[in-house]
């Protein structure tokens, strides 16, 4: 799923050429991954828990693999906007299966911390490959690339360990979606995570616009720079899993220093200054913004463990629902003054209120037994 979240984005200026469509339309593409995407979490949620994560997985890929060769055929913004959608058919019922697919195995928080950072640094790395790409093969670069990427992951897949049926979580006879989904325990746990991989995705979406028009950048650099934002979750993600494990009553005030910190790391992108500070700034967002997966999801499987996968999908949901309202509002920034810098001043206050909304939430540490 990493790839596709930026993939687009990476090189947003030269799709609005080849396309012949405004930077917001560009942002559409996201968009209408995002869209089918969200809609899908609960829904592939229950279809996990009901079938095996492995198996879900594998038709995951089998669709991302249509639905980018789709998008190969012709520059066209409808055809892309409508294999974007279909592609996010097949991210909604990988991104779980992953999850879902290590809790099965008997994996802790930091292997699922480990297995949320490499995911997401496929998108940071998208960030300094598809402009590379773009270079070669010009508007195919984001599908093409995504062909690869998704080719690997199947082979992967087909080479490990199958489902088991004992892993499966033991559901009650009361349990239901809507019942998971009527949670408010999940409320505050949805909030931490869309706060924290949603508005990283979206600043991920749109660095590499902000530097080149604001900073002056080349698109090389701006591309390497914004993909340390994901790229950190390959450190910070499995940090916080296993902050998560052993230091589970604090875990409230490292959530709330995460986001701090996350707000100074976007707050010095803003400014779109020197080469030290950009780095700087992307370094700490990709650093802290990460942190708050682990104890996000492993709540989420604590407060339904009849239903993990939904309550999963619950939680990423409200992630991309925010991805899906912030990433073309965002883009809409760049037609103001700034050059995209008043959209990232934004966000930097976005940061700060969730921090503030952090220790409301009880749910966040396991009650003592």
Known sequence: MGWQLTNVGAVADQITDDYGVSLATVGLFTTALFVLHATLQVPAGSAIDALGARRVALVAVA??????????????????????ALAGVGTALGFLSGIDYVRSQGGSPFAQGLYGGVGLSGGGIALAV??????????????????VVAGVAGVALLAGPPDSAGARPARHETTSVSSVVRDRRLYGICLIYASSFGLAVVLGAWVVTLLTRAGGYGDAAAGAIGSLILL???????????????RPSQMTWIVVVSYAASAVGTAMLAVAGSLALSLAGAAILGLASGIPFSPAFSAAARIRPDAPAVASGMVNAAANALIIVATPLLGLAFSLPGDGRI?????TVLWLAAALATPSIKELVPRKT
Do not use: C, K, M, Q
């Not at 693999?65 to 974007?84: K, Q, V």
């Not at 390959?234 to 998560?244: A, D, K, M, Q």
């Not at 959209?343 to 966000?347: E, I, N, R, T």
């Open 63 to 84: 669709i991302t693999l249509l639905a980018n060769g789709l998008a190969l055929l012709a520059p066209e913004p409808g055809l892309a906007i409508g294999a974007r």
């Open 130 to 147: 598809v402009p590379l790409v773009e270079d070669w093969i010009g508007w195919r670069a984001p599908f093409a690339s995504t062909l």
């Open 232 to 246: 950190g979750g390959i450190v910070s993600r499995p940090l916080g899993g296993w902050l998560t494990r052993t």
């Open 343 to 347: 959209g990232f001043v934004v966000v």
